[in-house]
């Protein structure tokens, strides 16, 4: 977020100074290298469809906009669509659902059980009433190649990176966020910088950088463990496939990805991969709908 909205700010106002501050210019814990990086259009509500309607026609023309010198930016992106399956209770949800996606130009197709077994014959469809499959515009791509492509277009159009971690924003004005202005923030290592207007794009550890300011912030880190699995026969054609469980996969290579609906967990759990989760329970639910 924070590559991306420099590359924003200094397109939209050159004139403008602007800085990335980042702890960490490896990146190897961040939210956007370890995300499984795909898009779809398939949200029950309008504003989502219409953020991924933007994004995607991005994507694809990614190097009329990040494009430094005319080098190609090869993000691998493919748009296989998503393929949300649901059960006779889950049905009318997903129908609701395709209603508003498709009175917003989104390309979804509701499938019957039959439907999806002649499009997927290696999926098992037993239990499932309807399927919805995105036809254009949902997909996946390379999210760290898409992230250092912003990062570098913005450094060419004169953005500024500090490596360095906040750790205290100075305002003046009282309490409230109306009557309140930026003046500076302070680094671990002492440094001070002064600024007119500060974006928090902090993603999950937003909330503790604004504490000090009495601004609750309703984000916090959760963890997400992304399985690698390998199938010894092919499944062509696969979408993104998300089970009526919660459990989702998609083809990464040669190889598949593959993850849990998210549960309610705790707050400020470590961030370490729970191999838990990938138990007995939910191994059968994978080997019953892919045999």
């Keep these: 977020m924070g590559a991306a909205t420099a590359y924003?700010?200094?397109?939209?106002?050159?004139?403008?100074?602007?800085?990335?501050?980042?702890?960490?210019?490896?990146?190897?814990?961040?939210?956007?290298?370890?995300s499984a990086?795909?898009?779809?259009?398939?949200?029950?509500?309008?504003?989502?469809?219409?953020?991924?309607?933007?994004?995607?026609?991005?994507?694809?023309?990614?190097?009329?906009?990040?494009?430094?010198?005319?080098?190609?930016?090869?993000?691998?992106?493919?748009?296989?669509?998503y393929l949300y399956l649901a059960n006779s209770e889950q049905e009318?949800?997903?129908?609701?659902?395709?209603?508003?996606?498709?009175?917003?130009?989104?390309?979804?197709?509701?499938?019957?059980?039959?439907?999806?077994?002649?499009?997927?014959?290696w999926l098992n469809t037993e239990g499932i009433t309807l399927g919805a499959l995105g036809l254009s515009g949902e997909g996946w791509f390379d999210g760290p190649a898409l992230h250092q492509a912003f990062l570098k277009k913005a450094l060419t159009l004169g953005v500024i990176k500090i490596q360095g971690e906040v750790k205290a924003i100075d305002c003046d004005g009282e309490s409230g966020l109306s009557s309140r202005r930026v003046n500076s923030i302070r680094l671990a290592?002492?440094?001070?910088?002064?600024?007119?207007?500060?974006?928090?794009?902090?993603?999950?550890?937003?909330?503790?950088?604004?504490?000090?300011l009495d601004i609750e912030l309703p984000i916090g880190a959760a963890r997400r463990t992304v399985f690698v699995l390998s199938c010894p026969t092919p499944l062509p054609d696969c979408p993104l496939l998300i089970d009526t469980t919660g459990f989702w996969l998609r083809p990464e290579g040669r190889f598949l990805i593959a993850g849990m609906d998210p549960r309610a967990d705790e707050d400020d759990l470590p961030l370490d991969p729970d191999y838990s989760e990938l138990d007995e329970h939910q191994w059968a639910v994978l080997a019953h709908r892919i045999p």
């Excluded at 029950?44 to 005319?70: K, Y």
């Excluded at 508003?100 to 509701?110: T, V």
Aim: hydrophobic share 40%; net charge neutral; proline share 3%.
């Design 8 to 34: 924003w700010l200094k397109r939209k106002d050159p004139a403008l100074h602007v800085a990335v501050i980042e702890r960490d210019y490896s990146f190897s814990l961040a939210s956007s290298t370890l």
């Design 189 to 212: 290592d002492g440094r001070e910088i002064t600024c007119g207007s500060l974006v928090n794009a902090a993603g999950a550890w937003s909330s503790r950088l604004v504490k000090e």
């Design 92 to 121: 009318s949800s997903l129908r609701s659902a395709w209603e508003i996606q498709k009175r917003h130009g989104a390309e979804i197709s509701l499938l019957s059980a039959s439907e999806i077994s002649s499009r997927f014959p």
């Design 37 to 81: 990086s795909s898009i779809r259009q398939q949200f029950s509500c309008p504003v989502n469809t219409q953020l991924s309607q933007f994004g995607i026609n991005f994507l694809r023309s990614v190097a009329d906009h990040l494009s430094c010198t005319g080098e190609a930016i090869d993000l691998g992106l493919v748009e296989p669509g």
